[in-house]
């Protein structure tokens, strides 16, 4: 049985950019016409078969039968977040011949006068949205895909819940039709709208006009909105962060966050990260409310809970550090201990020759290898016209590997 080829043709935006002169030949000369109805509506003198497309096992059963030349209408570009991938998937790739066209997102980018060579494109239509939302925050500039359920509204509370307020939200709806309708506003006004079943989502980074750019390690202590006594001090702070071993796709819980410098420095450093900050110190979270927003932090999540509290919500951890644990020490890590995924890395700072042996016991009692590190820190001050060295407490930062020999 001979079949023949079957062609995938882009459609482009209505009144807009149409059909190329080839595809229109194509199309006239297919026996076959499939599509969502409103590119179906587009040939009403169409003299062949003309099939909805549905369910994309019944399309697969018929294109697998049929002999006859089919014609499919897909939307701007079907390699782009399109039936491609599928019909590719399960058919042999000489059958098809695809042709392209303009997407709904370069046509989106293009009303809003914004140029997309920058930006990333992510889709949520009938995904999960965490993945999606990893790779957002990361980026200056994003063009999403949404669904019924991954709504424009629920993707701006993902990113409010994460701290990432800091972008000009653009909702486009009902792209190429009469009613098409662009609508600029913040995070936060996305979810007062409802929005059109055909929208795109694009996002811009924002900043605030005089915001520093700080480095990427080893910002000034003075940098944060803290008490003194509850935050973790530079260099001790880089290295923990070092000894961390941090890559830039894992989950990080932050325990005791304090000012929650780690957890500002872990999301420079993992961008496509997860971070949860932990603290439930009044004073401490409404440092790390300040702290968020000054640094314009993407990814870091304040958790108000005192642990082990508040973390049987919480996804599992790749890295974990414990900066405070207010005399729940054994009780943390024992939470810890059954959710840390395999081959995970416990870091825990003491201050204290009790906090640093009782660390040690408890983390070898729950079969960890375990790495103490004593970091002493001198700094220089001016005594009249000379310069001596004031040394800093000692701090035991304690690292510990689950299943490593």
């Not at 294109?63 to 499919?72: F, G, H």
């Not at 709504?151 to 098409?180: F, N, Q």
């Not at 202590?221 to 935050?231: G, N, P, V």
């Not at 702290?291 to 304040?302: A, D, P, S, Y």
Request: some cysteine.
């Amino acid at each position: 049985m001979t079949q023949e080829k079957i062609y995938l043709v882009g459609a482009g935006m209505a009144g807009w950019e149409g059909f190329s002169s080839k595809a229109l030949e194509i199309i006239g000369k297919a026996e076959v016409l499939i599509g969502h109805q409103r590119h179906l509506d587009i040939f009403p003198d169409f003299t062949g078969q003309k099939i909805e497309l549905g369910d994309l096992s019944e399309l697969l059963e018929f294109l697998q039968d049929t002999c006859k030349r089919v014609a499919i209408l897909a939307s701007g570009d079907p390699t782009f977040f399109g039936i491609s991938r599928f019909l590719l998937r399960n058919l042999p790739k000489d059958r098809i011949e695809i042709f392209t066209n303009v997407t709904s997102m370069q046509y989106a980018f293009s009303r809003i006068k914004e140029p997309w060579d920058d930006a990333i494109f992510v889709s949520v239509h009938g995904r999960g949205m965490h993945a999606a939302v990893d790779k957002i925050v990361s980026a200056e500039k994003a063009c999403v895909l949404t669904d019924k359920v991954n709504t424009p509204a629920a993707v701006a509370k993902e990113l409010i819940d994460r701290g990432a307020e800091g972008y000009e939200a653009w909702l486009c709806e009902d792209l190429g039709l009469p009613g098409e309708k662009f609508t600029r506003c913040d995070l936060r006004g996305l979810m007062e709208l409802t929005p059109s079943e055909l929208n795109i989502l694009i996002l811009i980074k924002t900043y605030e006009p005089n915001l520093v750019r700080y480095p990427l390690i080893g910002i000034d202590d003075d940098e944060f909105q803290t008490s003194k006594k509850l935050i973790t001090k530079q260099e001790v702070r880089a290295v923990t962060l070092a000894k961390l071993q941090l890559q830039d796709d894992l989950t990080l819980w932050d325990i005791g966050a304090g000012s929650c410098s780690v957890s500002i420095e872990a999301s420079n450093l993992m961008p496509n990260g997860r971070i949860y900050a932990v603290e439930r110190n009044p004073q401490c979270v409404g440092f790390i409310g300040e702290n968020l927003k000054k640094f314009c932090t993407r990814n870091v999540k304040l958790i108000e809970a005192y642990a082990p509290e508040g973390l049987e919500d919480l996804p599992d951890p790749d890295r974990v550090f414990i900066g405070g644990a207010g005399g729940q020490l054994e009780e943390i890590i024992d939470a810890v201990d059954k959710r840390l995924k395999p081959e995970g890395l416990i870091v825990l700072n003491a201050v204290t020759l009790d906090t640093l042996t009782k660390s040690v016991e408890f983390l070898e009692d729950h079969g960890y290898v375990v790495e103490a590190t004593c970091v002493n820190i001198s700094k220089t001050r001016r005594l009249t016209e000379y310069k001596m060295f004031e040394a800093q407490n000692p701090v035991y930062i304690i690292a510990a590997w689950k299943g490593k020999e």
